[in-house]
Nanobody
Framework: VQLQASGGGLVQTGDSLRLHCAAS????????MGWFRQAPGKEREFVAA???????PSYADSVKGRFTISRPNTNTVNLQMDSLKPEDTAVYYC?????????????????WGQGTQVTVSS
């Protein structure tokens, strides 16, 4: 299983970014995908997740209303980030869970991408 995340960058407060994650998961189609982030000196935290069929998204309270997760096909997940704030600065990771149930728990995801840096300047 491989996850490849892209789309990070340096933006200003109020700007938008779109993160993209492509997954290659052989032999298993019904898996949950999620986005997490980790700021320097902090633990990795949940951002958003979406079910295997693209429905039932879940968001952290800190991003609800500003971020939108989507799943155009089984092996792709996007994270549209609008109205970015400096506190959104972190390395963003996509993850896959070989289970149809969405969870916010980091340890329940089986595979992780390499991370992409998002920096929001004030």
């Amino acid at each position: 299983v491989q996850l490849q995340a892209s789309g990070g960058g340096l933006v200003q407060t109020g700007d938008s970014l779109r993160l993209h994650c492509a997954a290659s998961v052989r032999g298993f189609s019904r898996y949950t995908m999620g986005w997490f982030r980790q700021a320097p000196g902090k633990e990795r935290e949940f951002v958003a997740a979406i079910s295997w069929d693209g429905g039932t998204p879940s968001y952290a309270d800190s991003v609800k209303g500003r971020f939108t997760i989507s799943r155009p096909n089984t092996n792709t997940v996007n994270l549209q980030m609008d109205s970015l704030k400096p506190e959104d600065t972190a390395v963003y990771y996509c993850a896959a869970r070989l289970n149809t149930q969405i969870t916010r728990i980091v340890g329940l995801y089986n595979y992780w991408g390499q991370g992409t840096q998002v920096t929001v300047s004030s």
